[in-house]
């Protein structure tokens, strides 16, 4: 049952612009089209509400001192007006795109030993040329003083304008070893860039904390009447103090590594991935990180760039598996006997049997008349069946089992001849089996079934009707967290139960608790 983690190619999704054509017209047109326009343009707007309010500002001072007191009022309304509507138009705007900008080409420096080493030698011999007066100290503080500028400035200049991207493989399952691919790509047509490590710039974090956040709302005044008898209606922000819950585990816990990357070169190095855990994992940056030229420092430059992935539960060869299987295909055999090439049995002559499948050695045996009866292989249907356990029916190690061989049995029944399909409590049924997989990947304990108070199942919204069990000629293979006396007695003869309750783990670590 080996996965099949094929290497999906995502589509490139650089961080940079793409390179422009070569020529001039098709250079301006992608420009105007871009959001750098419409910056400038909001800006061009901007600086011609000021003139002509400045304008209108000046214009009514002279009317002022010419005695004019309609035209001064009037230039003066004017010239507020046409401030106000500078300052609450473009004014957020830009501030806006200034912050996004910020954000995206963030740099995070961080001093390695070697470069508090180099500091306190600094320092020292500093201090030393104060003390003395020596001109050839000095000398040497400012030469040590310019590395450590030069070193700030020519790590930006490495790291700055690079291109990144991610490519994930498609199908992944927990516990398997898979291979992505890092892209990194030096546009410049003369810089070379040094020593770029791709690093995560993730933030550890399990537990919800408290935060300031602004949000969106609208200043309305006046204040009490609604919002079509309002006068005036502007957008606003205010600052909440609100609840952040903790990222999805993140993909990238690595890093790989780009010693020297040429001048319009795009170089690639394979990411190694391997998840314990089932669910969903999602990246939303990564980091370009690098010590050139002189190791002082570390700076890692943020690139804003989303990705996620969906885990599958663990597909293996349990002993659980191996137990089931036997059992299961006897079952299932004997359900879907009829006409076919596999004998299912011996049994007396009917009138609408066909004379061609008469046993004429066991006749002769018996005495009277014997037919074969075969399994049919033109109605080999089943359907793999996750009845959803309860919370706190199970405990959490015992219910991943169980996860995981549902995965497990799914893989194994969609490599046989035969016409499978998959359904879960509040999912339709399918015959993707890996649409199946991404159910159970962020499947969690949800209430299969209303229970009395004496724990029986409810007949009322069963979780098994409405799964729609029973009602087709599938076999069924149900994993269930029910107890067998609270099975019901209508599937019996078209399902094989899986009860997750005769698993010892599925109880010993709740009474643990």
């Known amino acids: 049952m080996a996965g099949d983690a094929r290497l999906g190619r995502v589509a490139t999704a650089y961080v940079n612009p793409i390179k422009p054509s070569s020529s001039v017209p098709s250079r301006l047109a992608q420009w105007l089209q871009s959001a750098s326009a419409e910056v400038w343009v909001k800006f061009l707007l901007a600086l011609v509400g000021l003139g002509l309010a400045f304008g209108a500002a000046l214009f009514s001072t002279v009317s002022r001192d010419a005695g004019n007191v309609w035209a001064t009022v009037i230039l003066a309304s004017t010239s507020l007006v046409l401030a106000t509507l500078v300052g609450l138009v473009t ?40 003390n003395t007066g020596n001109n050839l100290l000095y000398i040497i503080v400012a030469a040590m003083l310019a590395a450590i500028l030069v070193s700030g400035v020519v790590s930006a200049w490495v790291l700055r304008w690079l291109e990144l991207d991610v490519r994930l493989p498609e199908h992944l399952f927990a516990g398997r070893a898979v291979h992505g691919r890092i892209v990194l790509r030096n546009p410049r047509k003369f810089l070379p860039s040094f020593s770029i490590r791709v690093v995560s710039t993730r933030k550890k974090r399990k537990k919800a904390m408290k935060q300031w956040q602004w949000e969106a709302t609208t200043f309305a005044f006046p204040f009490n009447r609604p919002a079509d008898q309002q006068w005036l209606r502007l957008p606003d922000r205010r600052l909440r103090r609100v609840t952040v819950l903790p990222p999805p585990p993140g993909i990238f816990q690595g890093m790989a590594y780009f010693p020297f990357i040429p001048p319009q070169a795009e170089l690639s190095a394979d990411l190694a991935l391997k998840f314990d855990q089932r669910g969903r994992y999602r990246e939303d940056s990564f980091g370009l990180a690098t010590r050139f030229p002189f190791a002082f420092l570390t700076k890692t430059r943020h690139v804003s760039l989303p990705r996620e992935v969906l885990v599958y539960p663990r597909i293996e060869p349990t002993e659980s598996i191996a137990e089931i299987l036997p059992r299961v295909r006897g079952e299932w055999e004997s359900f879907v006997r009829g006409r076919g090439a596999d004998l299912y049995r011996i049994r007396e002559y009917m009138h609408e049997d066909s004379a061609r499948h008469v046993d004429w050695k066991a006749t002769a045996k018996s005495g009277s ?25 199970l ?13 497990s049995l799914a893989w194994h029944f969609s490599t046989q001849e035969a016409e499978v399909s998959y359904v879960a409590p509040g999912r339709p049924r399918t015959r993707d089996l890996h649409e199946f997989l991404a159910w159970l990947a962020v499947i969690e304990p949800g209430v299969s079934s209303p229970q009395s108070a004496g724990g029986k199942t409810g007949s009322t919204g069963d979780s098994l009707r409405e799964m729609g069990l029973g009602t ?42």
Do not use: M, W
């Open 369 to 393: 008349l014997k037919v074969r009866e075969f399994a049919r292989e033109d109605e080999r249907k089943v359907c793999i069946a996750f009845d959803n356990p309860e919370p706190g029916l």
């Open 91 to 130: 004014v957020p705007y830009l501030a806006r795109r200034v912050a996004v900008e910020r954000l995206r080409e963030t740099f995070d420096y961080d001093v390695t030993r070697a470069g508090i080493a180099y500091a306190l030698v600094t320092l020292v011999i500093g201090i030393a040329a104060l």
């Open 472 to 513: 087709a000629d599938d076999y069924n293979i149900v994993i269930t967290g029910r107890s067998r006396g609270n099975l019901p007695a209508a599937l019996q003869h078209s399902s094989y139960f899986v009860c997750l309750q005769d698993d010892p783990l599925a109880t010993s670590e709740l009474v643990k608790r």
């Open 395 to 407: 405990s959490e190690r015992a219910y991943e089992r169980a996860v995981d061989l549902t995965a």
